[in-house]
């Protein structure tokens, strides 16, 4: 059987952190939204800051910066609404980023073992080589069950 | 027939339910907890006359059991339990259908709520045990704490075993305060 490798453009969102270059699939992203009133509240899950109120919906801010960087993202800090899917279903979550996001198209190619497991994909965008994040293997939660081998996706690869 | 009498059909709204929670402080964070779960509030001074010392605890947030009638209650330090800095509390809420005391700063009200969100599943430390939920009293996010998740089970058959153990003793008069 010939393997063959599809390479679809899709829309990511890029975000810049601390002068690094990210993107996110943009089908998960919902909004970027002006810095609001944070609440925070005890809790013991590491990189969650508090939450915010957005539409009614109650949203958990992951300073994700902070695993990407090593550091928290203090300046122009906008939060970018995204959908995050849990072991329960799909909520929002709300990432700091800088202002500066912009909506761009591209191919992405999947991640190797070379990657960290945050990493979804790459791709190449203006000479500069982009991570795609998996916002459910950076962000705290648990993970969405995976299918049984039987019934996953086969890919298909096309030279 | 008066307009303001007549039923749509199929309109089967209930009254919204609505439950009575108590905010009270612990530092500087507020909580709420459901009114019908306290069973009794004393402050920290008419406690003490009831309060022993466990000597020997090895869950470090129990440092006290109160006697109420011919039950006994394990004391649980609100700040320890939220690994919060040590404050000074001046409440005890005495909790219904448990064997927990639990010791806070002041209760700044009553609120009524008619919502409560889950926790989001972004939280996945031991808050999944202090809260119930969160909710939204005047624009504010509060957690509404779970009564139960002041102390497990195991907690509690290790204080048991503490209790059994002999490791409790009454209150100095001089010191008597179990803050």
């Known amino acids: ?159 | 027939m008066n307009p303001a009498t007549q039923t749509v059909p199929g309109d089967y709204r209930q009254p919204r339910r609505t439950e009575q929670v108590i905010l009270f402080t612990v530092g500087e964070h507020l909580f709420a907890i459901a009114a019908d779960s306290i069973a009794e509030i004393r402050s920290t001074d008419s406690l003490a006359g009831a309060a022993m010392e466990l000597t020997n605890s090895t869950v470090p947030k129990v440092r006290h059991t109160a006697q109420r009638g011919r039950s006994s209650y394990f004391v649980v330090r609100a700040s320890l339990h939220f690994r919060l800095p040590l404050t000074r509390p001046t409440l005890v809420f005495i909790l219904r259908q448990t064997r927990i005391a639990v010791l806070v700063d002041a209760i700044e009200r009553m609120a009524s709520i008619s919502k409560l969100s889950a926790l989001p599943q972004a939280f996945c430390g031991e808050e999944r045990q202090w809260y119930r939920g969160l909710t939204l009293i005047d624009d504010r996010v509060v957690p509404v704490v779970n009564p139960m998740g002041f102390l497990s089970a195991q907690e509690i058959a290790i204080l048991d075993e503490a209790v059994a153990g002999g490791a409790v003793e009454a209150l100095p008069e001089q010191e008597s305060t179990i803050v």
């Open chain 1, 1 to 159: 059987m010939n393997a063959t490798l599809e390479v679809v453009a899709q829309s990511f969102v890029l975000l810049h952190l601390g002068g690094r270059r990210f993107a996110l699939s943009a089908d998960i992203v919902a909004e970027l939204v002006q810095p609001g009133r944070v609440f925070t509240f005890p809790h013991t899950t590491e990189n969650l800051e508090g939450v915010l109120v957005r539409r009614g919906h109650i949203v958990p801010i992951c300073d994700f910066a902070r695993r990407l960087l090593g550091a928290r993202l203090t300046d122009n800090r906008y939060y970018l609404i995204a959908r995050r899917r849990f072991s329960l279903g799909i909520e929002w979550i709300a990432l700091p980023v800088t202002g500066q996001c912009e909506l761009i198209t591209a191919e992405m190619l999947p991640a190797t073992g070379d990657y960290a497991p945050h990493v979804a994909g790459w791709l190449s965008h203006e000479g500069e080589i982009v991570e795609v994040l998996d916002l459910a293997r950076l962000t705290p939660g648990p993970l969405e069950e995976t299918l049984p081998a039987s019934e996953s996706t086969p890919i298909e690869i096309h030279p």
